[in-house]
């Protein structure tokens, strides 16, 4: 193990993830459910891609979204939970300046884009709700492919400068890393230098991001609702609200633990440490997991094409 967290750098070689502080002696316990977590997340994200891919009919704007999401979920949790779990089992610690740099960039593009594919899919239910006849012109393909860009290069330039703004900085007291991966908040700590402006512009993206994504979420839903509560009959209020909610149940899983984990790790100081790791990782983790469960249980038509390939098989 290199022993640069004591010696005088401006970049350092590596950096050295501790892992959950405080919680070292039960890393392999608490390996399971995170390498659980994992596992569901690729067999029901990859199961996603599989089942839109094969079934013609779920070639819609919708079903394009939610292998958008499905993507950014697989990269989002590969990113961060294979050398999650080599910390907790071979207490591999070491991460290249370089590689941790790459790290963050990708798991905090991947969760802006997550973030603005869950605005996309908002605003999908939106047009096909309130303005259903329009639905095929409004979202055509060249629209969707559009989104899809726009969402693509708002993630990857918005996490631009926390690299350019990393690298920058003198790291002249430590190298230690107290956490499982190169979060940005955790490695600009390190920094011997005023790195107000990380701060500042990680707190820009925060509200920038989180902020108006959940605004027009916010907005989507309000004209959503207006509509809903026109229909002349209360079955038809609940079969239209059913078509939404599994993209609610994916915003409640996205926006508030990302939320709570964001303004704990910048304000929570008073929080035990171990605590707010947890948090951080939990609220990465939780999406790609759930995400796939939730479109798998809530949404009949990708439902019924499992059970059918189910029962296909067994026959």
């Known amino acids: ?23 070292e002696m039960a890393h392999v316990w608490i390996s399971i459910p995170f390498c659980t977590m994992y596992a569901i997340a690729v067999m029901g994200n990859f199961t996603i891609l599989f089942i839109v891919k094969r079934e013609q009919s779920l070639r819609a704007p919708m079903y394009y979204f939610l292998c958008m999401l499905a ?12 050398k999650m779990l080599s910390i907790f089992w071979f207490n591999s610690r070491e991460i290249d300046f370089s590689a941790c740099l790459t790290q963050m960039y990708f798991i905090h593009s991947f969760s802006v884009m997550e973030s603005g594919i869950l605005v996309a899919m ?9 303005n259903p006849l329009r639905h095929s ?8 492919a559009k989104i899809a860009l726009a969402v ?5 330039i918005l996490i631009l400068p926390y690299l350019i703004l990393t690298r920058q900085w003198p790291y002249c007291e430590t190298n230690i890393i107290p956490d499982t991966y190169c979060a940005h908040i955790a490695v600009v700590k390190l920094a011997c230098a005023d790195t107000r402006v990380s701060s500042y512009y990680g707190l820009f993206v925060l509200f920038c991001v989180k902020g108006l994504d959940m605004f027009f979420v916010a907005l989507s ?3 959503i609702l207006r509509t809903i509560f026109s229909l002349p009959t209360k079955d038809a209020r609940i079969k239209t609200f059913g078509t939404c909610s599994s993209h609610l149940c994916s915003i409640l899983a996205v926006f508030i633990p990302a939320l709570f ?10 929080v035990a440490l171990h605590f707010r790791v947890l948090i951080g990782n939990v609220n990465l983790l939780v999406p790609p997991t759930l995400n796939p469960i939730i479109y798998g249980v809530r949404t009949k038509q990708i439902r019924d094409r499992l059970l059918w390939l189910f029962n296909h098989k067994d026959i």
Request: hydrophobic letters at 35%; aromatic letters at 10%; one cysteine or more.
């Open 1 to 23: 193990m290199s022993d640069s967290n004591t010696t005088d750098f401006t970049n350092p070689s590596t950096f050295i993830l501790r892992g959950i502080p405080g919680l």
């Open 71 to 82: 993507i950014t979920d697989l990269v989002l949790s590969t990113s961060m939970v294979p």
């Open 122 to 130: 908002g605003f999908d239910r939106y047009v096909a709700i309130c």
């Open 137 to 144: 012109t409004i979202l055509a393909n060249h629209v969707v």
């Open 152 to 156: 693509v290069l708002r993630g990857c």
């Open 221 to 223: 839903y309000t004209q």
């Open 261 to 270: 984990s964001s303004l704990t790790y910048r304000f929570g100081q008073n």
